[in-house]
């Protein structure tokens, strides 16, 4: 636990260090409502990274003769920082698998022809898969954020106290880095139904078509495939890498349990 000396002193240090280098990056009128109304809605300006350096100096040398805390926080920001990078992965692969399904589902429904309208079944297998397709895209780009926000949230200090937005709380952090963590795993999952949905859509039309399934169907969900797997390692990984960040700061949050979706007919994740 810091002091409450220290408390005082080094969000006051920050803060007079800090302020200076913050003003001269920050946008016109991202001073007062504006400001809180980011932090509110749980974005970190980039910027201010940069700012927070010269205080981040005064909170090492502050904290440098203070028990096992300090060495907490800094386990808990370094596992902060592997979870926004693995939230990150889960992201652009969750994108990819979107890509490839795409690339199939467009395929397939031009070789559908007349069935892709005719045949109800046929109609259906390409309006969920689209479906499904569209939710990963969004899902990707919700984990996109999460991961980005935690990014820039565990380069700043951690101390007892908010300081505005030049450093973070511990359960900030570790709501930061549960969210990308969530969000992460949803990428994921819908990575994976994205994908059933599109192989289900094979399945429909194989036995309806006289000609064999596209050449660029088959290699798009192979490439869908690898990425719907890496996506799904790298949410775990995200997800364990949050639950070290709350042990390691004694804080609370949702227990999350790794995502455990499979590809294929018999997928628990559809």
Do not use: W
Not at 109 to 115: I, K, N, T
Not at 224 to 241: C, D, K, M, R, Y
């Amino acid at each position: 636990m810091f002091s409450h000396k220290f408390s005082a002193l080094s969000v006051a240090a920050v803060l007079a260090i800090s302020a200076p280098l913050h003003a001269q990056t920050a946008p016109a009128g991202a001073a007062g409502a504006g400001a809180a109304t980011g932090a509110a809605a749980g974005t970190i300006s980039a910027g201010v990274v940069f700012g927070t350096v010269a205080g981040l100096a005064v909170i090492s040398a502050l904290t440098s003769g203070s028990s096992g805390s300090a060495v907490n926080v800094a386990a808990a920001t370094q596992s902060a920082g592997t979870a926004a990078t693995s939230a990150n992965v889960a992201s652009t692969q969750t994108l990819a698998v979107a890509t490839n399904v795409k690339t199939a589902i467009d395929a397939l429904a031009a070789a559908a022809g007349g069935l892709a309208t005719s045949n109800n079944t046929v109609k259906d297998a390409i309006a969920s898969a689209n479906t499904a397709q569209a939710a990963a895209v969004s899902a990707a780009s919700a984990a996109k954020t999460a991961a980005d926000n935690l990014a820039t949230a565990s380069a700043l200090p951690v101390v007892g106290v908010c300081a505005a937005v030049i450093s973070c709380t511990r359960a900030e952090l570790t709501s930061l880095t549960e969210r990308a963590a969530t969000t992460a795993k949803a990428a994921s999952d819908a990575a994976i139904i994205a994908y059933n949905k599109t192989a289900d859509l094979v399945k429909v039309l194989q036995p309806l078509l006289t000609v064999p399934i596209p050449a660029p169907v088959t290699s798009a969900l192979a490439t869908a495939l690898t990425s719907a797997e890496a996506a799904q390692t790298a949410s775990n990984t995200t997800i364990a890498n949050y639950e070290t960040v709350k042990s390691t700061l004694g804080t609370t949050g949702t227990t999350l349990t790794a995502s455990t979706g499979t590809t294929g007919t018999t997928g628990t994740v559809r």
